[in-house]
């Protein structure tokens, strides 16, 4: 699997998972009596953090998440190339206003390539194993409210994103939309976002920016309880991507991906974000599991 399978989506694709479960409190539980504080969280404090559909302002949240990857193309019967990546990303969320917050992420990368060659061609039929380890560029976000859900219209946000060539050098600029809308205990989204490359290399394996990346996801979440919540997310991307060198065929422009997740409440205000996605459409069903910690102040 290429790099991007491991970065974090876009902010208004990522976001889009905090504003389903927030919609979704309603669903959770039975309100409180008068005057009583609640002895065990809503709902709503289990939607991914949140308590609105942005962090409210001064709020902040922590991420830390690992991923594991793994994927293989093989031209049978001559050569097969299997890779498996890990990936760590680190995440900051802060309230800057109410129903206005940025997002800074900071990814990195190890990656094992093992190439098997017929030994009729390559004179051995041991692999040949390459080993990579590099720090992926960052990006930074700023996310606001458009529109608040009401009787007849959805929640909308807007993002702008920006990645900056802190890593390998990949810069871009875009932004996105999100849409949602409840039907408790369910809600269902959907999202688009575009990011403009303004400074890629086709020829770099490293860097994962195309000229023009566009990305599209929907789904819906469901909240089972106060401490627990299930998605599933559809995800597409397309990326006019250009031969490395000019000469060999360009890497797919389209891919597609279904993602399940869960949601799980571990103490007040810490959560555990485990989820598995699965290709779709592609030549191998690659894999992808990850596992995200969350703490929230």
């Given amino acids: 699997m290429n790099r991007s399978a491991l970065r974090r989506l876009p902010a208004a694709t990522a976001l889009v998972m905090s504003i389903a479960l927030a919609s979704a409190a309603q669903a959770g539980s039975p309100p409180p009596t008068v005057g009583e504080r609640p002895d065990t969280p809503t709902?709503?404090?289990i939607a991914l953090r949140d308590q609105r559909v942005l962090l409210k302002r001064g709020a902040a949240t922590i991420d830390f998440g690992l991923a594991y990857a793994h994927s293989e193309q093989t031209l049978f019967p001559v050569a097969r190339v299997e890779q498996r990546s890990v990936?760590?990303?680190a995440a900051l969320r802060y309230g800057m206003l109410d129903d206005f917050q940025f997002t800074v992420r900071a990814p990195r990368v190890w990656?094992?390539?093992?190439t098997f060659t017929d030994a009729t061609i390559a004179g051995t039929n041991s692999p040949s194993i390459t080993h990579e380890s590099f720090t992926s560029d960052a990006s930074i976000s700023f996310l606001g409210v458009a529109l608040h859900e009401a009787a007849g219209r959805p929640n909308v946000i807007w993002s702008i994103d920006y990645v900056g060539p802190t890593g390998q050098g990949d810069k871009g600029l875009g932004g996105g939309l999100v849409l949602s809308k409840s039907y408790d205990p369910a809600v269902i989204f959907a999202g688009i976002s575009y990011l403009n490359g303004t400074d890629i290399d086709p020829a770099d394996s490293k860097?994962?920016?195309?000229?023009?990346?566009?990305?599209?996801?929907?789904?819906?979440?469901?909240a089972l309880n106060d401490s627990l919540a299930l998605s599933t997310l559809f995800i597409g991307t397309y990326?006019?991507?250009?031969?490395?060198?000019g000469?060999?065929?360009p890497p797919p422009r389209e891919r597609y991906q279904l993602q399940l997740g869960m949601t799980w409440m571990l103490a007040r205000g810490l959560f555990v974000e485990p989820a598995v996605a699965m290709r779709l459409g592609g030549a191998t069903p690659d894999l992808t599991f990850?596992?995200?910690?969350a703490y929230s102040f």
């Avoid at 990656?111 to 093992?114: A, C, I, K, L």
């Avoid at 023009?212 to 996801?217: E, I, P, Y």
């Avoid at 990326?239 to 060198?245: D, H, K, L, T």
């Fill in 43 to 45: 709902a709503e404090e």
């Fill in 87 to 89: 990936g760590a990303n």
């Fill in 111 to 114: 990656r094992r390539t093992s």
């Fill in 207 to 222: 860097r994962s920016l195309a000229k023009r990346n566009v990305g599209l996801s929907m789904g819906y979440t469901y």
């Fill in 239 to 245: 990326r006019n991507a250009s031969s490395p060198n």
């Fill in 247 to 249: 000469v060999s065929i």
């Fill in 290 to 293: 990850s596992l995200n910690f």
